[in-house]
């Protein structure tokens, strides 16, 4: 069966280093892939969106690769800061675009001063 | 813009009790969605509307009706509420028109639901 995963442990990282996240997917051949952030409480937000056809996207300390090979979307935060904490989720498109799939578990990030 | 707004922020009910949960956005956005959301757990997908006058099932349909209204508001509704969905509710919208083109999807703050 079609599967997206993520590491459901948490991430434990000292300030100043990188923070690198996995996203894997089984059965399944997505023509992109996004990593939302999500604060305790709230909806969540937005981060960046890459293609199957893109090896890495980079926003500000933010870097997303795709390697369709390993059928594998990484995720780094590198300078990471105590305000990165939160918990990071990968996405396929979402239904209404005919996928079956919907969010990735989750990684949550700790940043610790 | 508001972006997508979601009523009530926080509800209690009882067993067996009904309630509408309301979502709109702003964006003009033709999809949208509702997930819940459990402690420890992913966002599961209960109901999408992909466009104006369409609804399809998620992942956790049983126990919820959608209605989409107009193109601005997705309701959820609860006919007669379950300690088991006891949750977070969150709304989100994204302007679907290709599956290849891109689809972020915006949320709203979500609604706190706890069923006694």
């Known amino acids: 069966s079609q599967k997206i995963e993520q590491n459901s442990e948490a991430l434990n990282i000292q300030e100043g280093k990188t923070a690198t996240l996995t996203c894997n997917y089984t059965?399944?051949?997505?023509?992109?892939l996004q990593w939302y952030r999500q604060d305790p409480g709230r909806g969540p937000v937005f981060l960046l969106l890459?293609?199957?056809?893109?090896k890495e996207k980079r926003k500000e300390r933010l870097k997303v690769t795709f390697d369709t090979t390993l059928k594998q979307s990484l995720f780094h935060i590198t300078a990471s800061q105590p305000a990165d904490s939160a918990t990071y989720l990968c996405a396929p498109p979402p239904q209404a675009a005919g996928n079956k799939l919907t969010f990735g578990g989750g990684t949550r990030v700790l940043v610790k001063p | 813009n508001a972006g997508v707004t979601q009523t009530p922020k926080f509800q209690v009910l009882k067993t067996g009790q009904s309630m509408t949960l309301q979502c709109a956005q702003d964006m003009n956005h033709n999809s949208m969605y509702w997930y819940r959301q459990d402690p420890g757990m992913g966002l599961r997908l209960i109901y999408y509307?992909?466009?104006?006058?369409?609804?399809d099932k998620g992942e956790v349909p049983n126990g919820y009706n959608v209605s989409r209204l107009n193109k601005r508001e997705f309701s959820l509704r609860l006919e007669s509420a379950a300690p088991s969905q006891t949750s977070v509710y969150f709304c989100?919208?994204?302007?679907?028109?290709?599956?290849?083109?891109?689809?972020?999807?915006?949320f709203g703050p979500g609604t706190r639901l706890l069923v006694l």
């Open positions: 059965n399944y051949s997505p023509a992109y």
């Open positions: 890459i293609r199957e056809n893109e």
């Open positions: 509307s992909a466009s104006e006058g369409t609804t």
């Open positions: 989100a919208s994204s302007e679907y028109s290709s599956g290849r083109a891109g689809e972020t999807q915006y």
